[in-house]
Each structure stands twice: as C-alpha cells, then as structure tokens.
C-alpha cells in the first residue's frame, strides 16, 4: 500500500515531442504528490507539485494531470528539449511530509 | 540562499568498515531527511528529523546505521559496520512549509562504494 508505481522506466522522445510520465499508487491517505526532476551527479530537483483537490496544474512547459478515482497521476513535458533529459521521480506524502517515491523513468530527448 | 552542503562527496570503504556522512540543511529548515538511493531506484527514507526530534525511522537498519541531528541544525549518518549492499547514494534533504506548501531541497548527495 505504500509503492508509488511509476512508468516507463525509460522514454525517448523528439525535440519539440510531449513525453509521458505516469504514476500510480493505493493509499487513499496520500495528499501531495511533487514530481521531482534528477540530473548525474546531482540530488532531485522539486519540478512541480499537485494536491487532489485540482485535477491538472500547470507550469510553463511542465503540467500533471491527476486522476483521484483511479489514483493515477502523470507528469506531461511539452515542447520536449534536449535540456530536459534527465530522470524523473514522481513521489507522495501525506500528514507528516514522509515521502515514497517512484522508481524513477530516464528521459532522453533527441536532438 | 545557499542549498544543502553534504560531505564528503565519494567514499570508498572496505566492507565492516564504519563511515560518516555530514549534512548541513538551508538554514531555518525545521525538517531534514536522510535517503538512500541505490542505483537506478528512487531514493528511500532512511530517517526524518522534526528539529531535532525523531520524526520517522522506520526504514532506518538500526543494527548499523545511527543518524543524529545536534541542536536541530547539523546532521550525521553514520554506518558501522558497511555491507557491501550500502553502496548507494546518501541523499540530505531539508524543507519548509509555506502556505501548506513543503518545498524539498536536496543536497548533492554522497557517493558510498563499499568492497
């Protein structure tokens, strides 16, 4: 009850191209879910967070969509660039901010 | 504002070894967390520090591993003795809340390699 599944483990996409990340998980108790961007070499970057009480948010290039019903989320990247590969961790919390984070999906956008 | 300062960077020890690793948060950051990140996985909470209180340490192997937080600022993670499965990436988190928003900052992590 506690795993955040996410997919792909790997993803590559065209400049210019929307890449798709989702996530799911099970425990109704989760109320915050910050997707997290990671670069080798460095620690995670918090990119973008949502609460369930919206269903999509949205910041420049980066948007989630949330699924409450069927405790699914996902990040979407669009306009895609080279800059962004990276890999991408979903994650979520709830009451004390304890994190269980996803697996994590390698991004490489192709020139 | 300066981010969360780990050292040291990279270590390598033999196994039954014991090694330290130092974690400075952003300053007023209430919260501090220690992760794991074992290659190719998501980091996994080792330990959450409220102040200086235990806030969470469920995931902590606490036959090995100890991990304080002195006058709520500074923390250390230590383990004694390594195992070759610690190799892995020792991640340093602090956060704050803002209009019930909490923000994680990591810092950049220390690579341990055990043989």
């Known amino acids: 009850q506690q795993q955040v599944k996410q997919s792909p483990q790997s993803l590559i996409v065209q400049k210019g191209g929307i890449s798709i990340i989702n996530c799911a998980y099970e425990?109704?108790?989760?109320?915050?879910f910050p997707w997290y961007q990671q670069f080798p070499g460095k620690g995670p970057a918090l990119l973008i967070a949502?609460?369930?009480?919206?269903s999509e948010k949205k910041e420049g290039r980066f948007t989630i969509s949330f699924n409450k019903s069927a405790k699914q989320f996902s990040l979407h990247i669009m306009d895609s660039q080279p800059g962004d590969s990276a890999t991408y961790f979903c994650?979520?919390?709830?009451?004390?901010?304890?994190?269980?984070f996803g697996t994590g999906t390698r991004l490489k956008v192709l020139a | 504002e300066a981010g969360v300062a780990q050292s040291p960077r990279y270590k390598i020890i033999e196994k039954r070894q014991s090694v330290a690793f130092w974690c400075n948060p952003i300053?007023?950051?209430?919260?501090l967390y220690w992760y794991q990140q074992i290659l190719g996985q998501g980091p996994k909470l080792l330990i959450q520090?409220?102040?200086?209180?235990?806030?969470?340490d469920s995931q902590l192997p606490k036959d090995r591993f100890s991990a304080e937080r002195l006058k709520g600022v500074d923390s250390t993670l230590k383990i004694q003795p390594a195992k070759l499965e610690d190799s892995a990436v020792y991640l340093c988190?602090?956060?704050?809340?803002?209009?019930?928003?909490?923000?994680?900052?990591f810092g950049p992590g220390t690579r341990l390699l055990v043989l």
């Open positions: 988190a602090s956060s704050l809340v803002l209009a019930g928003q909490e923000t994680q900052y």
């Open positions: 425990n109704t108790a989760f109320d915050y």
């Open positions: 949502i609460r369930p009480d919206v």
């Open positions: 994650a979520a919390s709830g009451g004390t901010y304890k994190y269980i």
């Open positions: 300053s007023g950051h209430a919260t």
């Open positions: 520090f409220q102040n200086n209180g235990v806030v969470d």
